[in-house]
């Protein structure tokens, strides 16, 4: 997650959360919608989307014109992934299940790559379901715990993806 500032505050950096600032904004220096498009070389629908929410996407490239139009600025920087991750990780793999998945016993598995037979259901589980973020802190807890190359921990996702046949977009 990237965070951006504004009025001393910050907020996890999304569509919406932008989208509200864009329309402060915009009527903080008193534009219209309209003119606020013109200006930018966007529609006044996409600018409508974006102040409502309703908008699915937008280019970085538009995006970041439309910001420095307006005076808004964008700071990118590392986000803190969530404190462990790996336990809710394994908390979600585990939801549908009788018996809970052992983080440990799933970081050790990922150091060595080998995935124990009683664990594939939790980790096809984990693998199409959990949030790519919460796998992702996850890693980087594995990695750094065993003192292990992250890269080392992620070819072994993969392998397991494979290996479960996972269908997310993220193991292709």
């Known amino acids: 997650m990237t965070l951006f500032e504004h009025s001393d505050s910050i907020f996890p ?4 959360n932008l989208g509200s600032l864009v329309h402060e904004r915009r009527r903080e220096i008193g534009l219209s919608q309209d003119r606020l498009a013109k200006l930018s ?9 974006l102040e409502t929410g309703t908008i699915h996407e937008l280019g970085v490239t538009k995006l970041i014109g439309l910001l420095d139009l307006l005076g808004i600025t964008v700071e990118a920087k590392h986000a803190r992934h969530h404190r462990n991750a790996l336990q809710l990780v394994s908390q979600t793999a585990s939801v549908s299940y009788k ?3 052992d983080s440990a016993e799933l970081a050790s ?3 060595k790559g080998e995935l124990p037979a009683h664990l594939l259901p939790h980790v096809a589980t984990l693998l199409d379901e959990a ?12 990695a750094t715990a065993y003192n292990q190359s992250p890269k080392s921990i992620w ?3 993969a392998k397991w993806a ?3 046949q996972s269908d997310r977009a993220a193991w292709a």
């Open 99 to 101: 018996n809970a998945l």
């Open 41 to 49: 070389g966007l529609s006044r629908a996409t600018i409508n989307q």
């Open 162 to 164: 494979e290996q479960v």
């Open 155 to 157: 070819r072994n996702v």
């Open 109 to 111: 598995a990922l150091v």
């Open 13 to 16: 950096m999304n569509l919406i």
């Open 131 to 142: 949030p790519l973020p919460l796998i992702v802190g996850a890693v980087q807890e594995i």
